[in-house]
């Protein structure tokens, strides 16, 4: 009999944007508490992604780009990163305005995939929180 991967969640809500970093920390962390082990995922809907990349256009200070040469233009980001942790940003249409889903998900499954589906030439942008 196979054994069913380990699945957490936690609800959260983003009510200023100008916090939305400190707001998905503070969740972490109390899922972390509740739980003993950090969310790996984060799903919001796109109107919520779009709110924070709008904010990230003028703050771009914490932005990191893995990718190879030069950056290109920001074009919105896939990470965010904690001091120990790092969540997948995943879009979740059923998700409202303004909320969030934090998961742990010992086994993702993304699309079928056990990573997220990236393109090759996609630039690969993180959200590196202020420590």
């Given at each position: ?42 799903l919001?809907s ?19 780009y ?8 920001f074009?919105?980001f ?10 997948e ?10 909320y ?29 929180i202020?420590?």
């Amino acid at each position: 009999m196979q054994e069913e991967s380990k699945i957490f969640k936690e609800f959260g809500f983003i009510d200023d944007y100008s916090r939305w970093d400190d707001i998905i920390n503070e969740r972490v962390n109390r899922f972390y508490t509740l739980y003993r082990v950090h969310p790996n995922i984060l799903l919001a809907s796109g109107a919520t992604f779009d709110r924070i990349d709008a904010f990230l256009r003028l703050h771009p200070e914490n932005l990191a780009y893995s990718g190879e040469g030069e950056a290109p233009d920001f074009d919105g980001f896939s990470t965010f990163i904690g001091e120990d942790y790092t969540l997948e940003f995943c879009l979740d249409a059923d998700q409202r305005e303004n909320y969030f889903i934090l998961v742990f998900d010992e086994t993702p499954d993304f699309d079928g995939e056990a990573e997220p589906e990236t393109e090759e030439e996609e630039p690969k942008f993180s959200y590196r929180i202020a420590g």
